[in-house]
């Protein structure tokens, strides 16, 4: 094999979000929604989670050992701002203390300021149904950004804008657990705002930010490669999940469902300074006359094919593996012009022989992309450690780092080690395959 060699300065590393590591969220409308019956699997809640709020300085430690030299987090809104107009200065420490943390381990520092999770405050007033959501989350930036601006490079605002329309208001499966089409584009235009707003306040404070636009994307083909009306759901599906906030966010246009107030134009024109792209799987798309919500079309995982997602009862096989998806997506974000960050990607099981290879094939195709011309700048893996991973509770493993949440113990596995030397060489060859037994 040819060796993938991947550029000086690379960013090699894990992501996290604070809701599903820290513990001891009490303030925002996840808590709330956990404490429902049902909501979560096995009726878990996140509770104290990976107790990395306080356990950071370890951790970081320990992915220092690992080779990793960037370092994807969220900053807790429901921390800093637990009441509305309330700034916390311990919180606001706290955060500062980490990043002050990364930055003497030579680990750059990822901030979101979004990742799913909104103040209980906020959420009594309609939360990102409410169009003032984008106002207060302007405020909630600024504070961070005069705060911490300075030592802080790489901004994501909002982590994946139409995932999170689509489980927290349209189907209803993540908090606050609403229901509705049209909901879920409202929620998806005040998030593209928000987004705007977030990304000009940083860069005042801050001219030298990099700030970048949170994509999740999926592949969607037909099922049936040859049948046309699952080629034409299939690229209705892509348009609509993919394509259309990206496209909003490069005219400053309406597009498709998504509205854009004339007056709000220059705002959301062009407002980002990369494209971060979250990714994990295809879906093969069948026509399905029944199901309109998903604009007639129905993912179905063909016979024999592998699955992402798989928790450890195995309930919840979730799209198609499929590695040379991250160089299609790459591919379609290299039109904007912009550097290119992957800032999440991971398979959710407890069979970590089949994480190492999920893994290293998907970042031999990143590689593939970067020679083939397309600028991609870092890999960050999802997740660091093993988390709380929303409705699925605990059950879903995604971390590199094992965590037993009974005693806090942390146990590296193979695929950290495997990503650890392949940070150190920042290339993928055949001695580094041979040693983990793997095969692209
Ligand atoms: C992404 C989320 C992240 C995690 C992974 C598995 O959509 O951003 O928090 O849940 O999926």
């Given amino acids: 094999m040819e060796k993938i060699v991947f550029p000086k300065g690379f960013l090699w590393g894990g992501a996290t979000a ?9 303030n925002n409308d996840w808590f709330i929604f956990e404490q429902k019956p049902g909501k979560i699997l096995n009726g878990v809640v996140s509770g104290d989670s ?3 709020y306080n356990r950071f300085p370890e951790d970081f430690k320990l992915l220092k050992k690992l080779n990793h ?21 311990v919180e606001i420490d706290h955060y500062k203390e980490v990043i002050k943390t990364l930055k003497k381990l030579k680990i750059e520092p990822m901030v979101t300021l979004h990742h799913f999770t909104t103040p209980v405050w906020m959420a009594n007033l309609g939360g990102w149904e409410n169009p003032d959501v984008v106002n207060r989350f302007e405020k ?3 504070v961070i ?7 802080v490079k790489l901004w994501i605002p909002i982590n994946e ?3 999170y329309a689509i489980l927290s208001f349209m189907d209803g499966e993540y908090a606050p657990g609403k229901k509705g089409f049209l909901r879920g584009f409202k929620v998806i235009g005040n998030m593209l705002k928000a987004h705007a707003l977030s990304y000009r306040a940083i860069k005042e404070i801050n001219p030298k930010a990099q700030v970048g636009f949170n994509k999740h994307m999926r592949v969607f083909d037909p099922l049936r490669e040859d049948n046309s009306w699952d080629i034409r759901v299939a690229g209705a599906q892509d348009k609509n999940f993919n394509m259309d906030v990206l496209n909003a966010l490069n005219t400053g246009k309406s597009t498709g469902q998504i509205k854009v107030a004339k007056k709000d134009k220059d705002l959301i024109k062009g407002a980002f300074d990369f494209m971060s792209l979250n990714y994990y799987a295809r879906d093969r798309i069948k026509f399905a006359p029944f199901s309109p919500g998903r604009l007639f079309g129905k993912a179905v995982v063909p016979e024999g094919a592998e699955t992402s997602h798989e928790g450890a009862t195995g309930e919840r096989p979730e799209g198609e593996v499929y590695p040379h998806g991250i160089y299609r997506l790459l591919k379609t974000l290299s039109q904007y012009k912009k550097p290119l960050y992957v800032v999440e990607n991971g398979i959710g099981t407890n069979n970590d022989k089949a994480r190492l290879k ?10 593939n992309a970067i020679k083939d011309g397309m600028d991609v700048r870092g890999y960050l893996h999802w997740s660091t450690l093993d988390n709380f991973e929303w409705a699925e509770g605990y059950d879903m493993r995604f971390g590199m780092i094992h965590v037993d949440f009974e005693t806090q113990k942390r146990t590296v596995k193979e695929t950290a080690k495997f990503f650890s030397d392949l940070a150190k060489k920042n290339c993928i060859d055949k001695a580094l395959l041979k040693k983990y037994e793997v095969t692209l």
Avoid: M
């Fill in 18 to 26: 604070a809701h599903q590591v820290e513990g001891g969220n009490v």
């Fill in 50 to 52: 990976c107790d990395h």
């Fill in 69 to 89: 030299n960037a370092h994807r987090f969220s900053i807790e809104w429901s921390r800093v701002e637990p009441a509305k107009d309330y700034f916390s200065t």
């Fill in 140 to 142: 909630f930036t600024r």
């Fill in 145 to 151: 950004a005069e705060a911490l601006g300075k030592d």
């Fill in 161 to 163: 804008p139409v995932v």
């Fill in 358 to 367: 999920y893994v290293a094939r998907h970042i031999a195709e990143v590689g």
